[in-house]
Each structure stands twice: as C-alpha cells, then as structure tokens.
C-alpha cells in the first residue's frame, strides 16, 4: 500500500517559500535600492574620489530632519567616503592620503560643519560647509568634486553636496 502526504510536492513548495518570504519581510521592508554616486577630482600628485549613497529627496523638510548640533551622514546605507592618494589640508589639520569617513554636522541653526572622520568614527578634522539654498531642487543627493583651478596656490578642490534646495560647498586644500 503507497503512502500519500497530506500536501502533494509542489503545493509544500509553496508554502514553504510563503514562509521563508513572510520571515524575511522585516528584513525586506528596510532595503531601499539606493544608487551609489562617485564624485572624483585631481591634485597635483593624485586623484581625490568620493563614494556616497545618494538617497531621494521625495519632498522632504531637510532641515527639520537635521536638526542643530545632529551629525549627518551625508548619504545613506553604507558610509559616505572620501579617499585620497595625496595629503589634503581640511580646516587647520593635516590628513595624509588614505581613506575616511564624509560627515556634515549643523552646529547650529545658520552654521555648518565638513567632518572627516577615521572608521572609529573619531573626527580628525573639520571644516566650515557653506549651506545656502537654491531656488532649483536636486532629488537624488549629489557630491560633486571641482576641479583645482590652474592658478591658485595651493592647489584646492571644491567639494559641492546638493540635496533638494540645499546646497552646500567646502574646500579640500593639498597639504604643503
């Protein structure tokens, strides 16, 4: 005498993926597809590059989710950072080449700050980030890296954050 299952094979198989879906759904409910964005620019000596997650704006009031002495981190899902194949000069420190981590802090409500941070998430330097707005909207968030002009000394790019109507700029220096 054969045996039947309760289930035949292929309905079990549908249940089975319901429930590894239905487990997963916490999981899945928190994954927004977010593209990456690379702004890269040159020093004399090397490349400066920055990879950032670019999140939509979808409307929001940007500055009420930044409120005064919050850190942002200026992207999303993983960190926004800045790599550097010469030594830059950001604020009044020095940081060799290498690898960091791209904050923004808002001291306070008219006042701006560019952190650069080690992967300890310690600041080794900080810099005055100009925020005004704009009377055009950017949806995706977008970092942009202007070249060094020829003539000035010493050489410097222009780092430019637009989200929304908010625009923000600082400078990256060559380190004597």
């Not at 429930?19 to 899945?28: E, K, R, Y």
């Not at 002495?69 to 194949?85: F, K, P, S």
């Not at 790019?157 to 400078?171: A, C, E, P, Y």
Request: net charge neutral; aromatic share 4%.
């Amino acid at each position: 005498m054969r045996h039947q299952s309760a289930l035949p094979a292929s309905k079990l198989s549908v249940c089975l993926l319901i429930a590894a879906l239905w487990s997963a759904l916490p999981l899945l409910a928190f994954q927004v597809d977010v593209q990456r964005g690379l702004a890269r620019s040159e020093l004399p000596g090397g490349k400066v590059e920055i990879d950032y997650g670019r999140p939509p704006h979808n409307g929001r009031d940007l500055l009420a989710m930044m409120p005064a002495g919050q850190v942002w981190r200026m992207g999303m899902n993983a960190a926004t950072t800045l790599q550097t194949e010469v030594p830059l000069q950001v604020g009044d420190k020095r940081l060799e080449a290498g690898s960091y981590v791209l904050t923004a802090r808002r001291a306070d409500q008219d006042s701006w700050e560019l952190q650069i941070r080690d992967t300890s998430n310690a600041v080794l330097a900080q810099a005055p980030l100009n925020v005004h707005r704009d009377s055009e909207a950017v949806d995706l968030l977008t970092i942009e890296l202007d070249p060094a002009k020829a003539d000035r000394q010493p050489p410097a790019i222009t780092l430019r954050v637009k989200w929304g109507s908010l625009r923000g700029q600082s400078q990256l220096t060559l380190a004597p």
